[in-house]
């Protein structure tokens, strides 16, 4: 049976992770990401889940176990936020060069200097081009349900999977979610079973230095180069596009959840205009579309649920009949525009059909985010298109600066 809970979004993770079966826990304590360890902790301490949990002295040497404990044959989990995020950089790139099927929860919160313990995107799109799959969560039930396909999806493709959430909206707050049944959740997340399990009955080679070209084994099977590597890896990310919507298709059925693992829409079908933004950020701007609506604006909001692989042509083909996109993104690309921006619109650029876009940057280092601000800004830029005179400057617009 389900179980209908109450609960903090980190209690969340750590129950969804409990049915997920981990049984390696490594990680290293840092706000606002600890009590999601601190509950992981509690429930093996207490027999409650049959795994061991490693204490470790660096966030690098967290997902340093986890790397040994995957590669070893086991379903291994760590999580993390911020700086703690940036000092795994390293291990990182190694974990996705090596395949293997990891998963983290990030708990999104701004990168120092200066320090600030509050949230925005700025860690996750820090890490972007690591090679991991990076989804993001809107509420509780999508931590839980997020982390649990995770799981599945990192053990199909092979390549480790980020799961993002907001730290403190989402992370310290509490909201009803439902637990799923933990023998539905076995049946749908089979045993971990990694193909390349260190055995030394069946040595293997693994993670050598790799020469530029291409040779043969001393079976006489050739075998990938650096750059032969690299591509199968970008090319086998892209095509998880495809597993991950299989997966969801699958926990649909099973759960009677999903049915939006790349692209969540609000009111968009007749939308001229349409709000693309993740996270919470998604959800707050439900009120502000409503409140537009009312006042005969035809206005929507996307929210992106999985931004690496980055899904180019599904979000291009779903905007094609807008005149106006606007991106509201709590990231940013340092002297180029936002993140989230920048990938949209390369991913319109091949389209004949290219809305206008405007780009927003909100709320970076837990800076308040009205929603009046929301409204007002979208209205004037609607009302801007619907009148042919929309500001043509590709700048972001930055919302709530107090200079």
Not at 95 to 106: E, I
Not at 326 to 354: F, H, I, M, T, W
Request: aromatic share 8%.
């Amino acid at each position: 049976m389900s179980e209908k809970l109450i609960d903090s979004g980190n209690n969340a993770a750590a129950m969804a992770v409990q049915l997920a079966a981990a049984e390696v826990i490594a990680a290293y304590p840092i706000t606002p990401q600890t009590p999601l360890t601190e509950k992981l902790s509690e429930l093996i301490a207490a027999g409650k889940m049959d795994a061991e949990y490693v204490a470790v002295e660096s966030e690098h040497s967290a997902l340093g176990v986890c790397i040994g404990a995957a590669s070893a044959g086991v379903r291994a989990f760590t999580a993390t936020s911020s700086n703690g995020l940036l000092y795994m950089s390293e291990q990182l790139h190694w974990a996705a060069g090596s395949r293997l099927p990891l998963v983290m929860c990030v708990v999104n919160r701004g990168i120092g200097a200066p320090w600030s313990v509050w949230n925005d995107h700025q860690d996750a799109m820090s890490q972007r081009d690591a090679g991991w799959i990076q989804i993001f969560a809107k509420d509780h039930q999508e931590i839980v349900d997020m982390t649990l396909k995770a799981f599945r999806l990192a053990e199909l493709v092979h390549i480790p999977v980020m799961v993002n959430y907001d730290g403190y909206y989402l992370s310290h707050t509490y909201m009803p979610f439902e637990l799923p049944d933990a023998q539905t959740v076995r049946e749908f997340l089979p045993t971990y079973d990694y193909a390349h399990t260190l055995d030394p009955e069946k040595p293997e080679s693994l993670n050598t230095v790799t020469l530029p070209d291409a040779r043969n084994d001393i079976n006489g099977v050739k075998q990938p180069g650096y750059m032969d590597i690299r591509h199968n890896l970008h090319q086998e990310m892209r095509l998880a596009l495809q597993v991950w919507e299989e997966i969801d298709a699958d926990f649909q059925q099973r759960f009677g959840r999903g049915g939006t693992p790349i692209l969540d829409p609000y009111r968009c079908d007749d939308a001229d205009f349409v709000v693309v933004a993740m996270g919470t950020l998604a959800n707050q701007f439900h009120d502000v579309v409503d409140r537009l609506r009312d006042e005969g604006l035809k206005v929507g909001v996307l929210a992106l649920q999985i931004y690496r692989p980055f899904p180019t042509a599904i979000i291009a083909e779903a905007l094609q009949s807008v005149k106006a996109v606007l991106v509201y993104e709590k990231g940013l690309s340092y002297g180029n525009q936002g993140a989230l921006y920048a990938d949209l619109k390369s991913a319109l650029y091949p389209y004949p059909n290219r809305p206008q876009l405007h780009n927003f940057i909100v709320g970076l280092g837990g800076r308040d985010i009205g929603t009046e601000d929301l409204y007002q800004t979208l209205k004037t830029a609607c009302l801007q298109e619907a009148l042919g005179t929309p500001e043509q400057n590709d700048t972001p617009q930055w919302i709530g600066l107090q200079l």
